[in-house]
């Protein structure tokens, strides 16, 4: 179903493919774009999702990946 009265995105990365344990909560869903900084070189995998006002959040997107070096 259409997610309503969005509320803002999060983004979860990680080093590992469908591990994801840091997360940057964007609490602003007219943001449409994020900077994750200061990455150690590795190759890093990210996801996103939107949640509304009341907590629900949608599912994952499918991963992106990018080498930082």
Known sequence: SPLTNL???RI???TS???Y????DIPNGG???A???NLP???YYFVAS???STGAESDNTSPVSKAIN
């Open 7 to 9: 509320e803002g995105y």
């Open 12 to 14: 979860r990365y990680g």
């Open 17 to 19: 493919q469908g591990s």
């Open 21 to 24: 344990p840091n997360v940057l």
């Open 31 to 33: 943001i449409t774009s």
């Open 35 to 37: 900077v994750v900084e």
């Open 41 to 43: 070189p590795s190759t």
């Open 50 to 52: 939107a949640y509304d």
